[in-house]
C-alpha cells in the first residue's frame, strides 16, 4: 500500500485543517488507519485511528475528527481550534490491527505533511 499526506500548511492559532491521506495499491477498506504526528526532537506520537470505530489522543479529542472514505480510498483528518503546540509533522498509517495506537503496529507509512500553528 502507497499512502500520501497533504493539505498541511501554515495556520495561526484557532484556525482549522483539513489533512487528506490518499492511498494505492491496496484494498484501502480493508486496513485499519491511523494519523500520527512528530515535532521537533520528539517522538512519534498517536493522534487518531480508525477501523469499524474512531479513536483518539487525549490531547486531540473534540478538536480532531477522523473520517475515511473507502470509495476515495483516502483517509482524513479535519483539525478545529489548533495550538502552537499541534505544530508538527502530521503522518498517515496503515495497517491490520485494530485500535493500534502504536507506530510499531502500522505497516504501512505516508511521507508526512507539515502543519505549522503561529501563536
Known amino acids: 500500500v502507497q499512502l500520501q499526506a497533504s493539505g498541511g500548511g501554515l495556520v495561526q492559532a484557532g484556525g482549522s485543517l483539513r489533512l487528506s491521506c490518499a492511498a494505492s495499491?491496496?484494498?484501502?477498506?480493508?486496513?485499519?488507519m491511523g494519523w500520527f504526528r512528530q515535532a521537533p526532537g520528539k517522538e512519534r506520537e498517536f493522534v487518531a485511528a480508525?477501523?469499524?470505530?474512531?479513536y483518539y489522543a487525549e490531547s486531540v479529542k473534540g478538536r480532531f475528527t477522523i473520517s475515511r472514505d473507502n470509495a476515495k480510498n483516502t483517509l482524513y483528518l479535519q483539525i478545529n481550534s489548533l495550538k502552537p503546540e499541534d505544530t508538527a509533522v502530521y503522518y498517515c498509517a496503515a495497517g491490520t490491527i485494530t485500535g493500534a495506537r502504536y507506530p510499531t503496529q502500522y505497516d504501512y507509512w505516508g511521507q508526512g505533511t507539515q502543519v505549522t500553528v503561529s501563536s
Open positions: 495499491g491496496g484494498t484501502f477498506s480493508y486496513y485499519s
Open positions: 480508525i477501523d469499524l470505530r474512531t
